[in-house]
């Protein structure tokens, strides 16, 4: 809604036009990089956050360590502090053209990068005086690590955006309900800032600071959920500033983790992680997130099992567009700036399937015209065109109810550089789809679409 003024309350707010290139992205890749990438490690178990290799700092200062885990110590010395890790946070190897191009190559038409996540690092040159030292135009690899993915990503067709973290673990106002501060008690003095001087002096100037001089397509807020409240995260207030005024007002989303109340309530699109809720449906734009493995950081405690195959990956990518939603994968690159193999091989393996697939993908919305019960099948829409995605090749004949009563009038199965003609009948409500010849198979991977067109 161009020209419109928004007022700092949530009726106005939540009457902004959500911007069209997200509903017709629906992939994009996650990167979560930064000094948590030098240590690499938190042991792998099954629960939500707890193989999250970029939690490190509160696995080796708060309330959080993992497992009795002694790694910390044993490695590098109980005085090993975790500022001391930044100028082994080199990104030497690190290629922004190459990572931009691989994004392409995976099918994805958007980028987030961890520009701040909880331990406070800054991937770009941050002028605030709070973070002098703490960014990566200072120390470590001593360039704009966000300005050159940003240029890459953009060279290449994508749109740029960014993740942000709320809450900041290195002041000494930043604890959880449990309590407790993540910072040393010998460091807050000399690193922290106090608990109310923290959102103007330090949320706000960054959140403005990257939008004037990245003008991200898409900000993720992360952390303020946990215990933030509404006025102190100041959140009206920057959306307001955001949506009137922003150099990318007109095409920037945000998601719903600033403050406590926030999530599944406000904001342009609900986030969602490793599957912790269901999703949104068509109820409210929404994002599922997760990394190729069970951390987003890139963690040297996994194995090849806690890594999810391309099949696994592509079928989570299918369920969820199909339920209205975008998928947004994470890579977890190392300190010196490479993507590991097995990461690089999947995003391929996803973007082979996209070549052949994506018009079910790009743009679609759920479908409302057909309807099926076989869990090994997913219906999407796209304009008059009905899509059935089948995630084992089908060796009966599919059987789908049609809820608006028209039956399509052409279906064909979806090939590299070409569409086979498929045929199919009407009974008494129902699309009923003849299996198809072995000899089709081979020419398929992973999963398999129908167009049906009306």
Known sequence: MKNKIYQPDWSSLDSRDMPEWYNEAKFGIFIHWGIFSVPAWR??????FGSYAEWYYASVYGQYRNNDDDFHEKMYGKDFLYRDFAPRFTAELFQADSWAELFKASGAKYVVLTTKHHDGFCLWPTQNKHKKCWNSGDIGPHRDLLGEITQSVRKNGLK?????SIIDWETNWSHRPEGGYFVPQRDREKFGISEQDYPDEILIPQLKELVQNYQPCLIFSDGGEWDLSEEYSQTKEFLAWLYNEA????????NDRFFKDMPGKHGDYYSTEYNDKEGFGEHHPWEESRGIGKSYGFNRAEQLEDYC???ELIEQLIDVVSKGGNFLLNVGPTADGRIPTLQQERLRDIGRWMAVNGEAIYGSDVCTRLYTSNEDCALTSVGSRDYLIVKRWPTEALRLCLND???PTACMLLCKDQQIPVSFDIEEGYLIIHPLPWQFYHN??????FRLSR
Request: overall charge negative.
């Open 43 to 48: 042991k792998v178990d099954n629960s939500l």
């Open 160 to 164: 740029m955006g960014i993740y942000y």
């Open 247 to 254: 150099p990318n007002k007109d095409e920037v989303v945000v």
């Open 309 to 311: 195959t391309s099949l």
């Open 405 to 407: 009563g028209l039956a």
């Open 444 to 449: 398929l991977e992973y999963a398999y679409t």
